[in-house]
């Protein structure tokens, strides 16, 4: 089935021990879910790459007969519009100093879905990732011309295995299973137990 468009990314906290959902001031908002709506501009793009990778094959009688079973190790590439800054940081594992610097510091276990749609945009595919962290490897500062120059928020999300999806890194959902239950699947993916509202970012 093909897929159309970027609806909506959806991030948030997990504590490293524990898997619990991190919220208010150690989280990204009151209830700890925060869906990156337009009123911050939204995102351009997620770009996942190695979904899945080629085992080793495997010989026998003069030719190839099987390859070993290899786990994908997915990355992605997120292009956001207009971050809040204190999200990002957070994101990032970076520790204030008090007097409006940040240092990075360990980085956090981020947790994410990335929604998009069917061609006919009937219905949503989501694609979660429940443990990763989160970098920003470049930032290519550049002067404006008689045109406003822009500089995104441009992040690179590594994801990691999780040992309750047998280990694997990534879970693909949809309700055009008729046994979708959004509530469950943020239960998976973020520790969480409902429905994200409209995000209030903590501190604010």
């Known amino acids: 089935m093909a897929i159309a468009g970027l609806k909506l990314i959806t991030l948030a906290l997990r504590d490293k021990e524990t898997g619990a959902l991190l919220t208010g001031e150690t989280g990204l908002s009151t209830n700890g879910l925060f869906p990156v709506t337009t009123k911050m501009l939204g995102a351009k793009s997620a770009n996942i790459t190695n ?43 970076r520790v204030p100093d008090g007097k409006g610097g940040y240092l990075q510091g360990d980085r956090p276990r981020v947790a994410m879905t990335i929604e998009t749609q069917n061609v006919k945009r009937t219905h949503s595919v989501y694609f979660g990732f429940a443990n990763g962290e989160v970098q920003e490897t470049a930032a290519n500062v550049q002067t404006d011309t008689n045109n406003e120059v822009r500089v995104d928020d441009a992040l690179t ?48």
């Open 51 to 93: 979904i899945s990778a080629n085992g080793t094959a495997v010989y026998g009688n003069n030719t190839k007969v099987d390859q070993t079973q290899t786990k994908g190790e997915p990355s992605v590439a997120l292009d956001f519009n207009d971050l809040p800054f204190d999200i990002k940081q957070k994101l990032l594992g």
């Open 157 to 204: 999300f590594t994801s990691f295995g999780v040992e309750e999806w047998n280990n694997e890194a990534m879970k693909v959902y949809s309700d055009i299973d008729e046994k979708f239950d959004k509530t469950a699947m943020e239960a998976d993916v973020f520790g969480a137990k409902a429905s994200a509202p409209a995000p209030t970012p903590a501190g604010q």
